[in-house]
């Protein structure tokens, strides 16, 4: 006796979940399983273009050729697309010619700002891709990352209108963006930045705020109200820059409204005192993360700051 298929009779959207998960030509095979699926993968929800799809080109194609594959897939798709993933960072465009197939890019993009995209996820290498203007304006987008993009000067007031989680990694920013005035992301309450600066913002609704690795200054953006986070997360980045950055903005001493702290890195001796200050700063403290074992042996060797803080009822 056969066995009964049960996946199939998942509901739809349970299996479209499944499937979000995979590469695009791992979903793409699922249309071999039966004549039930075999138009599945046509209908997902979410494309990702990933690495391992571009692997695939570059080994089985010319790489001229993964745009056309794309629009192709794009052609044939039914229903609407909430997530796309393009991961580009395995190569690098050196001449004109190769950056001219960032039109044909464009043209997908704007495709998908039209068709109720909710979520994207874009990288490239080296800031090779410019950010199109209209990606500033789409009102469906919700959750945006990026990596490698290029932003030049931001000339809208109100940028991302309904975007609620924004990530930022090796972002280059037209200097001019600056001077300008601040960009208003009137939604957003989650922000990443990984080695950006320069990024003028506003956002009243920002609760959670991580920065990471960077060798740059100018982390923080110019005009953004710390007094609004309440969760801030410091990953690869030293409590003594992170203090040097407030001071640059002139909010040195400024009482944070932060109630949970996670710290993910490595306290050295000069900077002992920048991370007594940065909890001075936070009286709200109820949640403190420490990531490496060299802070719980500065907070042994100063027991009386422990004590001190006794608003902190969380050590983790």
Not at 162 to 168: G, H, K, R
Not at 171 to 178: A, H, W, Y
Not at 234 to 252: A, V
Request: aromatic share 10%; net charge neutral; proline share 4%.
């Amino acid at each position: 006796m056969a066995a009964k298929d049960r996946i199939s009779e998942l509901p739809g959207d349970v299996i479209d979940h499944i499937l979000g998960f995979l590469p695009i030509r791992d979903a793409a095979r699922t249309s071999a399983l039966s004549t039930v699926w075999r138009d599945v993968w046509l209908s997902l929800s979410q494309l990702r273009f990933d690495r391992k799809f571009f692997n695939y080109i570059q080994y089985n194609y010319v790489m001229a050729s993964a745009m056309f594959i794309i629009n192709k897939i794009l052609m044939k798709h039914n229903g609407p697309i909430r997530k796309f993933v393009f991961d580009f960072t395995m190569f690098y465009l050196k001449d004109d010619e190769d950056k001219s197939r960032w039109a044909e890019f464009d043209e997908l993009l704007l495709f998908l700002t039209r068709n109720g995209v909710e979520e994207m996820d874009l990288s490239f290498e080296s800031s090779a891709y410019i950010l199109p203007d209209f990606i500033y304006s789409c009102s469906t987008l919700k959750k945006l990352s990026l990596c490698g993009v290029f932003i030049e000067p931001i000339k809208a007031s109100c940028i991302f209108p309904n975007v609620t989680s924004l990530y930022l990694e090796d972002v280059e920013c037209d200097s001019k963006n600056l001077v300008q005035c601040p960009a208003d992301l009137p939604m957003l309450k989650s922000l990443v930045c990984r080695n950006i600066s320069g990024f003028n913002i506003t956002a009243p609704k920002l609760s959670c705020l991580t920065i990471c690795f960077t060798l740059r200054q100018g982390i923080l953006p110019v005009n953004l109200d710390m007094k609004t986070i309440h969760s801030l997360h410091l990953d690869d980045y030293s409590t003594k820059d992170f203090i040097k950055e407030l001071t640059r903005l002139g909010k040195q001493g400024t009482t944070l409204n932060v109630n949970h702290l996670k710290l993910g890195v490595d306290v050295k001796d000069d900077e002992i005192s920048a991370f007594i200050d940065l909890l001075r700063m936070c009286p709200k403290l109820y949640r403190l993360d420490i990531l490496l074992p060299v802070i719980f042996s500065i907070m042994k060797n100063h027991c009386s700051i422990k004590l001190n803080f006794s608003f902190i009822s969380t050590l983790s």
